[in-house]
C-alpha cells in the first residue's frame, strides 16, 4: 500500500505546483488518511516543499488505535516535543525554515484561531486554499477501497439480517438501534458509519431519524439506516418493514412507489451520466404520483472515508458520473403522521460491459411482515 499512498501525495503534490503552491498542508482527518494511510488524532500531513520530506505531524497526546489506520511505513512520523503544540502551527514553522514562499492548506477545515497561528509563525508564507482537492481525488475509488466497502456491506448486511429474526413488538427504537451497533461490532467493524437510525410508526420514512423510547407496535411501518465502518470506509443501508400483520393497502401502495423510484435511481448509475440525472430518474417516480412537494433534497451521496462525500446526486448538482464510484441511492416519502418508507443502498458505479452498477447492500427489498 505505501505505493498507493505515494502515488496519491504525488498527485496532490502535482496539482499544488500546477497551482503555484510549493508545499501541501492537510488537516481534514479524512483526507490525512487518504494521504498518509493513518490519521492519529489531531495529526496533520505536511507535503513539503523542495528537499523536505512528507511528513505526519502528532501530537504527543496521540494514542495509537486501530480504527485510525496505520501511517505509511515510508513516511517520516514526527512527534510534537511538547505537549499541547499545536501540528498545524509546527508544520508551517517547518515550511517557513525551509524558504518557501507559499503553503497551500484547507481552509475549509481550519479554525479562524489556526489560521491566525499560522499567520504569526510564518508571516511571509502566501497562503493558498487547498479548497477541495483532495475530496475530489477521493470521489474514484481504488479497488482496494471498494474491497473494504464491500466487507463493510456485508457485515451491514449480516446485523441487519440477524434483527429482522428477532422479536420486534414491544421493543423500543432505543433499543433497536443499540442492539444493531453491536452487531455491527461483533461481525468486525470498527464501528457504526454512523449513528444508526430506527423509526417506527408515525416516524418511519424519514431521513437519518433520531431513535426514541417509542415502542414497536403491531401494523408499523418500520424503517431501518445503518452502516459498518471497516478499516475507515463507511457504507449505507435502508429498509422499511411492516410490522406482526399483512400491510395494509396504503403500505403496500406507498412501498411499491418508492421501490420504483430506487430501481430507477440504481438503473441511472453508470458512466457519464450527469449527477443531476439520477436525481431526476428516481424523483420524477415519486413527483408523478403527487410526492413532489415534501422530498429530501437529494437522492443520493458519494461514500468512502466518512458516510457523506462527494458526489452529491441532487437536482442541482454539477457534474458526471466515473466507473468506481461508491454511491448511495435513497429515495423515500414521509407522511406526517402516519409514516413512511426510505430504501437505500450502496452500489459501485460500474460500465454495462463490467455488468452494470455493483450492488454491495443485498438484503431483501420485499417488504416484509416481520
Not at 508545499?23 to 507535503?47: D, I
Not at 466515473?322 to 418508507?341: N, S
Request: aromatic share 4%; glycine share 12%; proline share 6%.
Amino acid at each position: 500500500m505505501s505505493e498507493v499512498y505515494a502515488v496519491r501525495r504525488g498527485r496532490l503534490r502535482d496539482r499544488c505546483a500546477a497551482a503555484g503552491s510549493a508545499a501541501a498542508l492537510v488537516s481534514s482527518p479524512a483526507n490525512v488518511r487518504y494521504l498518509a494511510g493513518g490519521a492519529p488524532p489531531g495529526a496533520v500531513l505536511l507535503l513539503g516543499p523542495g528537499e523536505v520530506d512528507d511528513v505526519l505531524l502528532c501530537p504527543r497526546t496521540s494514542v495509537a488505535d486501530p480504527a485510525d489506520g496505520r501511517p505509511d511505513e515510508s513516511l517520516r512520523v514526527t512527534v510534537l516535543p511538547m505537549p499541547g503544540g499545536d501540528t498545524v502551527v509546527a508544520a508551517a514553522g517547518l515550511v517557513a525554515a525551509s524558504g518557501a514562499q507559499s503553503l497551500a492548506v484547507e481552509e475549509h477545515h481550519l479554525t479562524v484561531t489556526r489560521h491566525r497561528a499560522l499567520g504569526s509563525v510564518a508571516p511571509r508564507l502566501l497562503l493558498h486554499d487547498l479548497a477541495g482537492a483532495v475530496e475530489q481525488l477521493r470521489i474514484v475509488k481504488g479497488e482496494e477501497e471498494i474491497a473494504s466497502l464491500r466487507t463493510a456491506a456485508e457485515i451491514t448486511d449480516q446485523a441487519l439480517g440477524e434483527l429482522l429474526e428477532s422479536i420486534l413488538v414491544g421493543r423500543t427504537e432505543r433499543h433497536l438501534a443499540l442492539e444493531l451497533e453491536r452487531r455491527l461490532v461483533d461481525h468486525g467493524s470498527d464501528g457504526p458509519a454512523f449513528v444508526t437510525s430506527v423509526a417506527t410508526g408515525p416516524n418511519s420514512g424519514q431521513g437519518r431519524h433520531r431513535p426514541s423510547d417509542r415502542r414497536v407496535e403491531e401494523g408499523d411501518f418500520l424503517s431501518v439506516c445503518l452502516g459498518a465502518n471497516y478499516r475507515g470506509y463507511r457504507c449505507e443501508i435502508g429498509r422499511t418493514f411492516v410490522i406482526g400483520s399483512t400491510p395494509a393497502d396504503w403500505q403496500i401502495e406507498l412501498y411499491d412507489l418508492v421501490f420504483a423510484a430506487q430501481r430507477a435511481g440504481r438503473e441511472a448509475l453508470a458512466p457519464g451520466v450527469a449527477y443531476r440525472e439520477v436525481d431526476r430518474a428516481a424523483r420524477q417516480v415519486l413527483d408523478a404520483a403527487g410526492y413532489g412537494e415534501n422530498l429530501p433534497a437529494r437522492t443520493g451521496h458519494g461514500v468512502g472515508l466518512e458516510i457523506e462525500e462527494d458526489p452529491e446526486l441532487a437536482p442541482a448538482a454539477m457534474g458526471k458520473l466515473d466507473a468506481c464510484v461508491p454511491v448511495t441511492v435513497e429515495p423515500g416519502v414521509h407522511l406526517p403522521g402516519r409514516g413512511g418508507v426510505r430504501i437505500d443502498d450502496t452500489l459501485v458505479v460500474r460500465p454495462e460491459a463490467d455488468g452494470g452498477p455493483e450492488l454491495l447492500t443485498i438484503t431483501t427489498k420485499e417488504l416484509l411482515a416481520l
